[in-house]
């Protein structure tokens, strides 16, 4: 037994020995063991802040989706995932090669003193945390010079620092427009670019008629990318700025308290953390499902007033209100389930950050009090209450710092959805512009000769002339309306144009001014500049009463080609409504013309406008319906001696004898194309309705 109880107190004996060897070498080599410490404390703020934001796996897409991101939704109908992965790096990168597009640029330059003021605000910060623990020494202490020498510091560090805030601030929404101004800049160069540059044109058409993939672009230019830009300028300082306080506050934290105890707490930190990023909820998508559905909502209010004299004369307010009502249920349905999840998750977050965190803080703070560190010398009260006031005000901007960081993410998830809304418009028209389009397609297209139609591919061939050639005339949801179309028509011969609603009388106009693709034959024409459209309701634009003759020409592009005011003045007369100069108050008044004028006025503004630009073709959809036959005649007789040759689309049996030729639609995919004998087509018409009148006497 005394053998057994010697051994064990040798051993016991060589245990403190082992103890005492590794506390000398341990307070011996204690800096160098510091600085690892904190080195390795660097390295793992920033590779866990990297990993946390680092992408994530996009989940694989199934057979026979499309390949570009535009369209993300699955097959099941749910709207597109929206999330902090690879796939939202990859917009995000497309975006920042348009908002900063070189290392000079003035987005650049300001991210770079963006930089640079956050670095001197957080060792502005550091110094004030110093401050503080110096200023309640002095009081402690009773240095009342000291005290008063410490309050004029602080005095004169406020100047720098309250300068440093406002420029951050000032900075920030700097960043925010010029952002803003990048990307509305390079949107509206896409969406209302030319043919001229390459590729297809007249984006702003074909998006909202020949693909289904945006329904609310005017939501996305000025508001989505607003607040993208908002965002983008935001999270750089939300992240940066962060990560910059952590290591610099938790470095000389470590330096007061000890790089162990750092150690200690960034464990139970980070361990809470993880839970916190677990229970986050998908905020990225919840922004991209807001601002679809604010898109929604806005767009039906603007059809609303599109369309308001429809409307008023069916009397369907209730209609209107219920549709109305019904999408802001929507938006108000998605709105409180994501302040739900915003309530629950900030409780717990403030909880886990606030005060969890708090607590491993303080106890952090009270090591140098309770324990003897190597390498520290025992300091009097005033001492230790300026350490702990020190290390409490660097303790407290670090977990701040921290918390930021945590909250970085949900940012960055908002910012995820507003990437995604951005980068699908960008998709989209970078698609329509190469003539690749995404539209639902009515059942018959997708089946026999249907699907065949819409494989294939026409040839467009530029002629003075306009010739057909066994084209067929396909609607964007894929519904054929003639199978091949041939007809000829020379300059001179003024073509009418007839047939039943939904014929395909409209889409032989939109084919030859280029908005339509074409799914077969050949198509000889002039440029899509030789063709004017005047429609029944005339477009006005906002502008001044010459700006409504001159249409799209500015008045330096009018006087460069040489045309005075006095020339338009003798257009005006053309159509008998010269009197109008005088009567609205002079070429430059300025109105709302859809409003001051009345329907047959607009149709002698639009002829107006023809005879001004005098191409080769002009397209007539109705284009005399609310004027005179007198005045018809009148400006039928005008374009002819200009030169420009009519394809007229009207049932009035007084334009026929303008007409040389008459395509006729029989609305059932069949068609025939003739000369036009108008005396005979006449006596014919009279003929039909003496026969009628005697029919509803018997």
């Known amino acids: 037994m005394a053998t057994k109880g010697s051994s064990t107190a040798i051993r016991s004996q060589q245990l403190n020995e082992l103890l005492a ?64 992965d690879a796939l939202f790096y990859r917009r995000l990168s497309g975006i920042l090669k348009i908002v900063i597009p070189s290392l000079t640029s003035k987005e650049a330059l300001l991210l770079v003193m963006h930089s640079s003021l956050l670095v001197f605000r957080t060792v502005l910060s550091l110094y004030v945390a110093n401050l503080d623990g110096v200023i309640v020494a002095s009081l402690v202490r009773a240095e009342p010079r000291q005290f008063f020498l410490n309050i004029l510091r602080w005095l004169l560090v406020a100047i720098p620092a309250t300068w440093t805030n406002s420029w951050l601030n000032y900075i920030q929404s700097k960043l925010a427009i010029a952002y803003r101004t990048r990307l509305t800049n390079e949107v509206l160069h896409q969406y209302l670019g030319s043919e001229a540059e390459g590729s297809e044109g007249k984006v702003y058409y074909k998006l909202s008629n020949l693909d289904d993939r945006i329904v609310n672009a005017d939501q996305m230019i000025t508001n989505d990318i607003q607040k993208f830009s908002v965002h983008l300028a935001a999270i750089y300082s939300n992240l940066a700025k962060p990560v910059l306080d952590v290591i610099l506050y938790n470095y000389q934290l470590s330096q007061n308290v000890g790089a162990e105890g750092l150690l200690g707490l960034t464990i139970l930190v980070q361990s809470t953390a993880a839970m916190l990023r677990y229970l986050t909820p998908p905020f990225g998508m919840y922004t991209a499902t807001s601002a679809e559905l604010s898109g929604s909502l806005r767009h039906t209010h603007s059809r609303l007033v599109e369309f308001a004299e429809e409307v008023a004369f069916m009397r369907g307010e209730e209609t209107e209100k219920m549709l109305l009502e019904r999408e802001y249920t929507s938006v108000m349905k998605h709105e409180n389930r994501v302040l739900n999840r915003r309530w629950w998750f900030g409780c717990i977050e403030e909880g886990v950050i606030k005060w969890l965190w708090g607590s491993f803080g303080l106890v952090l703070c009270a090591i140098p009090v309770f324990f003897k560190l190597p390498g520290i010398s025992s300091v009097d009260l005033g001492g230790r209450t300026e350490g702990f006031v020190t290390n409490r005000r660097l303790l407290l901007s670090s977990s701040d710092a921290f918390g930021r960081v945590m909250y970085s993410y949900k940012d960055l998830s908002e910012l995820a959805g507003y990437t995604a809304r951005v980068s699908l418009l960008l998709d989209t028209m970078r698609d329509v512009r190469k003539g690749t389009f995404e539209k639902a397609l009515v059942s018959s297209a997708t089946t026999g000769e249907n699907a065949k139609i819409l494989q294939g591919r026409g040839e467009v061939i530029e002629s003075e002339d306009i010739q057909f050639e066994n084209v067929p005339i396909v609607t964007p949801n894929g519904d054929i309306l003639v199978r091949s179309l041939s007809f000829h028509v020379k300059r001179g011969q003024h073509l009418l144009i007839v047939g039943p609603n939904g014929c395909g009388k409209s889409s032989l106009f939109r084919i030859l001014g280029g908005l339509w693709p074409i799914y077969g034959g050949v198509v000889r024409k002039p440029a899509a500049s030789e063709f004017i459209l005047i429609p029944q309701r005339p477009y006005l634009s906002l502008g001044t009463l010459r700006d409504q003759i001159i249409y799209p020409h500015s008045k330096a592009e009018m006087e460069a080609r040489g045309i005075t005011d006095d020339d338009l003045f003798d257009v005006l007369s053309a159509v008998q409504m010269d009197a109008i100069v005088e009567r609205e108050g002079g070429w430059d008044a300025a109105k709302e013309w859809r409003d001051a004028l009345s329907g047959g006025d607009k149709q002698k503004i639009a002829w107006a406008r023809l005879f001004y630009h005098n191409p080769k073709f002009a397209i007539l959809d109705e284009a005399t319906s609310l004027v005179p036959q007198e005045m018809e005649g009148l400006m039928m007789q005008h374009a002819t001696r200009l030169g420009i040759t009519l394809l007229t689309v009207s049932h009035r049996p007084s334009l026929w004898k303008w007409h040389a030729l008459i395509l006729q639609y029989n609305g059932t995919g069949g068609y025939v194309f003739t000369k036009l004998d108008a005396e005979k087509r006449l006596a014919l018409q009279e003929e039909k309705q003496a026969l009628e009148a005697k029919l509803l006497e018997v």
């Open 21 to 84: 060897r590794s506390s000398k070498f341990y307070s011996s080599n204690r800096p160098a063991i510091q600085r690892v410490l904190n080195a390795a404390f660097a390295l793992y703020v920033v590779g866990s802040t990297y990993r946390g934001l680092s992408a994530r796996p996009s989940p694989p897409k199934e057979k026979g989706r499309r390949k570009g991101d535009a369209k993300d939704a699955d097959q099941s109908g749910k709207p597109p995932r929206v999330a902090v």
